[in-house]
């Protein structure tokens, strides 16, 4: 006779909690999973994958320019938003598709309903008012996008949940933000053709990225036509006719036909009855967690951009698998945070792993640093103005290779592969001694000789 209706309780179908959800059946666990919304999350429905189809739309143009020094002559071309859309909303269902079924092969239960949390081993269905009593109650309800700060008119604003399904191409728009989602969406919309400005209240974009990447795609989007407003805030938002004026903090209005504000994301956990089943939260709203994302209730479970830690798709799958590998396979499973490979899909697109040069130097004091910047060979003949730069920055005691930095084509497909290497601990001697693929961008990351910066701190006192 079994104590609780099912094994796992999991709240929240996306990245995270499918994942756990799959593993955790697999490991004998009868297993529920809790849907609001759409199977899949964030990720599918309305992050990353809709996302970079969007970005690949808007590389189109520069190809179709670059095109006439390789001796091609195209026709003037011409983009239409509502097909795109159509067919990205196509391939987003197929994709939910096969997250269901991945999940019903797997035994795995859906429910297309809300979840709250009654208590440590109770948890109620919405719309039906069903109870359902769980072993263990996995909390993998994601995050949201939010309209902060909040200003006169800032719901005329849209988020990124609204941009994917925009009923009219915006000729003019701004976006507010400086983090990786403002940046993507600012180089979609100057590809597809918009008139873009990216305005950021901080004096450079991606804030923890590495200063000479952060200045490069100053650079790279600002000869891309992208009108950057730094060192600024929007101080509110008007309706004038069918377009929208922002009053910024220079006393400068700006017309637009859109405002996407991205400028930040909240755990999902308003309303979720965590307080009932004894848990407080921190200062933004996700769940303390251990290693093992296991709460202070020991029944209940958190897992990905719910609990903040680092909020990308892959690092959620990773901890709803040590999740269900921990409770359930009899393997106690960690994620290891230390060192995440990252790519940010502007264009020109970033790729990093490990430390930036300023925390590596806080970390570890004596660094080489090594850094080319190059005409990409496509650039030769293509004549766009548009250059590669790498960065590499080594431990000078051990020779480890402490973080790569990267900005240029397919930068986010070579650093998933020298994250390998970085991962398994590789000095700058394995990168030298690596013969390179000639000719390709990458093999400059195996070919810097000369360190750039040499600088020895000087002791104190
Ligand atoms: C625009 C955008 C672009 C992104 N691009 C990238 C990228 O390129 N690479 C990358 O790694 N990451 C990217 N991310 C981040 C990535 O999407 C998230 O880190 C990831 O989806 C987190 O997975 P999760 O399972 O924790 O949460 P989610 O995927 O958000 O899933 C949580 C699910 O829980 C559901 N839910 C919430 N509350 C309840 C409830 N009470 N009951 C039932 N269901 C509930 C929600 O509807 C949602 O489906 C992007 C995010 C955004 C917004």
């Known amino acids: 006779m079994n104590r609780f209706d099912v094994d796992l309780f999991v709240i929240g179908g996306g990245s995270a909690g499918v994942r756990a959800g799959r593993i955790a059946a697999g490991h004998g666990a009868r297993v529920m999973v809790a849907e609001e919304y759409r199977v899949g999350g964030t990720c ?13 739309a808007s590389r189109f143009r520069d190809e179709f320019e670059d095109a006439a020094g390789f001796g091609w002559s195209v026709p003037e071309a011409r983009f239409d938003w509502a097909t795109l859309i159509r067919n990205k909303d196509t391939e987003i269902a197929r994709l939910e598709g096969i997250y269901r079924a991945n999940l019903e092969k797997a035994g795995v239960e859906i429910v297309d309903a809300r ?12 719309k039906s008012g069903t109870r359902v009593s769980a072993g263990t109650i996995l909390v993998a309800v994601g995050a949201h996008p939010t309209l902060e700060p909040v200003i006169p008119g800032g719901d005329l604003g849209i988020t990124s949940n609204e941009v994917f399904h925009m009923e009219h191409f915006p ?57 950057l407003a730094l060192g600024r805030t929007v101080e509110r938002l008007d309706r004038k006719g069918g377009a929208i004026t922002a009053t910024l903090s220079d006393g400068s209005v700006l017309e637009v036909d859109q405002v996407l504000v991205a ?22 709203g996700a769940i303390p967690v251990d290693g093992f994302s296991q709460t202070l209730t020991p029944s209940i479970y958190a897992v990905g951009d719910v609990t903040n830690r680092a909020n990308l798709t892959p690092v ?50 004596e660094i080489d640093v090594y850094k080319t910047s190059f005409r990409p060979m496509k650039e030769t003949l293509s004549g766009r103005d548009e250059r590669t730069f790498m960065k590499l920055i080594v431990d000078r005691a051990s020779d480890k290779v402490l973080g790569v930095h990267v900005m240029g084509h397919d930068a986010g497909e070579m ?17 030298d001694r690596t013969i390179a693929v000639h000719p390709t961008a990458a093999e400059e990351l195996v070919t810097m000789r000369t360190p750039f910066v040499v600088k020895t701190p000087v002791a104190v006192g």
Do not use: W
């Open 44 to 56: 599918v429905i309305r992050g990353c994958v809709p996302k970079k189809l969007l970005v690949y």
């Open 171 to 227: 000729e003019r728009i701004l976006v507010i933000g400086g983090g990786y989602i403002a940046v993507e969406f600012a180089g979609v919309f100057a590809g597809l053709g918009s008139n873009v400005t990216l305005l950021h209240r901080g004096d450079k974009l991606l804030r923890g990225f590495d200063e000479d990447v952060r200045d490069a795609l100053g650079e790279a989007y600002a000869k891309h036509g992208i009108s």
């Open 263 to 284: 400028t930040g994301r909240r755990p999902n956990t308003a309303g979720l009855g965590l307080e009932a089943a004894g848990l407080t939260l921190d200062a933004v």
């Open 316 to 365: 959620a799958i990773r901890e709803g698998h040590a999740f269900a590998d921990t409770v359930f396979g009899g393997k106690p499973t960690m994620v290891d945070h230390s060192l995440i490979p990252t790519a940010v899909f502007s264009t020109p697109e970033i790729g990093v792993v490990g430390l930036s040069e300023t925390t590596a130097r806080r970390l570890h004091g």
């Open 115 to 126: 979840a709250v949390i009654e208590d440590a081993h109770t948890v109620r269905l919405v």
């Open 415 to 431: 650093i998933q592969l020298v994250g390998v290497a970085v991962t398994m601990g590789a000095t700058k001697a394995d990168f």
